[in-house]
């Protein structure tokens, strides 16, 4: 498995040496600065990637986007998508020209990753993301006040919605609007709550299945050219996997998975496998849905969370928590073995850390949530380990 590692570009205060340090050869990055639904043109691919070639002697190579964002009017279907589909065809192409041939990317409506807590505390100081359900419902209830929303919500957990917003400051609610809102590193899109049910509004006729057929046009749009091209397509699953702010989300079980993979055949549109967010969802089982979708995996963030009874989760170390990371590391192993044994050129999966709580110096550093160097470089230490030793045992290829 090719080991790598996000990297925000030059912005980033993890800067490029500490990847080799960390052990990582392969970088993960995209062009944050280039608004959405703009084509991603030749020279700034180039820039990026001299950038990270800059040093030789750390042997680093772009192997991943992450992101190539999808435009919102895609997602709601708006208006004539014509000019949006061939600018995201072009990025393509221009990302295939340059070398760089697997892009995540996801199908999540307004939102990205979301989480109420950035810094919870751990025992000795380090500190974790969580998602409590309560202090999500008392956003969606009683900030927002989305109509319906407080029948979506268990009894117990609303009455703690309540009381928090109850006690809370003005401070504390506009932390939990922030912390709700930084999911996009480096998106242009954050929002305070007139904002939020102004986008809300747009997906007010937009169903899942409404959804799920916007999303399959933009597969028939885009798969041929990344057939054409050798583009891996990799779908990243909805983070958490539920409905958010009423929201539908089509990307979070293996059902959902299956939809997107028959929506448009083809090995070139694939899935980013995220243990942590498909391991979120309550009856979700990461390692069965590894070895189900192997073939169409082109991308892996590893990473665990431990959940809660009423739907709060928070993300553990990499190896704890409720996934069984063995398991999937192992399934991903036979896949590449199988990959290779077919004569696949490039047999390896890459994969990441993702994300890692801060300890020690990451405090204060001021590190994008969730991607502290310290904690990062103990997640991909701790998945090596098992990645070698399963290797070893089973007489795979690393
Ligand atoms: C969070 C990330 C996601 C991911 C996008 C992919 O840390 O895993 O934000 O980059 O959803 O499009």
């Known amino acids: 498995m090719e080991q790598t590692w996000r990297w925000f570009g030059p912005d980033d205060v993890v800067p490029l040496h500490a990847i080799r340090q960390a052990g990582a050869s392969g970088v993960v990055t995209a062009l944050h600065h280039i608004p959405y639904g703009v084509v991603w043109s030749i020279d700034e691919i180039e820039k990026r990637k001299a950038q990270i070639g800059a040093d030789p002697s750390l042997g680093l190579r772009w192997s991943v986007v992450e992101s190539l964002p999808i435009h919102e009017r895609i997602k709601v279907g708006e208006g004539d998508l014509t000019a949006l589909f061939d600018n995201y065809r072009q990025s393509m192409r221009n990302l295939a020209a340059c070398g760089v041939k697997t892009i995540c990317y996801n199908f999540m409506p307004v939102v990205d990753w979301t989480r109420t807590e950035l810094f919870h505390v751990l025992p000795g100081g380090g500190r974790a993301l969580r998602f409590n359900a309560h202090e999500y419902a008392a956003f969606d209830c009683f900030m927002l006040e989305r109509p319906g929303a407080k029948d979506e919500v268990e009894p117990a957990v609303l009455a703690k919605a309540e009381a928090w917003y109850k006690q809370s400051t003005e401070e504390d609610r506009r932390r ?31 169903d899942r299945d409404a959804l799920r057929q916007n999303y399959a046009r933009f597969l028939r749009e885009v798969i041929p050219t990344a057939e054409e091209v050798g583009i891996r397509m990799a779908v990243h699953p909805d983070d958490p996997p539920r409905s958010l702010m009423g929201l539908p989300r089509i990307v979070s079980n293996a059902d959902d998975l299956a939809f997107v993979m028959k929506a448009v055949d083809s090995r070139a549109n694939g899935i980013t496998l995220c243990t942590g967010s498909l391991g979120a969802g309550r009856a979700n089982d990461p390692p069965a849905i590894a070895r189900d979708f192997a073939s169409r995996i082109h991308f892996v963030h590893l990473r665990n969370v431990a959940k809660d009874p009423d739907g709060s989760f928070m993300e553990a170390d990499h190896l704890t928590g409720d996934t069984d990371m063995v398991a ?22 890459p994969f990441r850390p993702d994300h ?15 991607y502290s160097a310290i904690g990062r470089l103990k997640g991909l230490a701790e998945i090596r380990g098992v990645m070698i030793a399963v290797a070893k045992l089973k007489g795979l290829p690393i």
């Open 176 to 206: 939990l609007l922030s912390t709700i809102m930084a999911g996009l590193p480096g998106a242009f899109d954050r929002y305070d709550i007139p904002g939020l049910r102004q986008q809300l509004a747009r997906y007010a006729g937009i």
């Open 328 to 349: 999937v590391v192992e399934a991903l192993l036979n896949e590449q073995a199988r990959r290779k044994a077919a004569g696949e050129e490039n047999w390896r999966l």
């Open 356 to 370: 890692g709580h801060e300890l020690l110096d990451d405090i204060g550093k001021g590190s994008f949530p969730g």
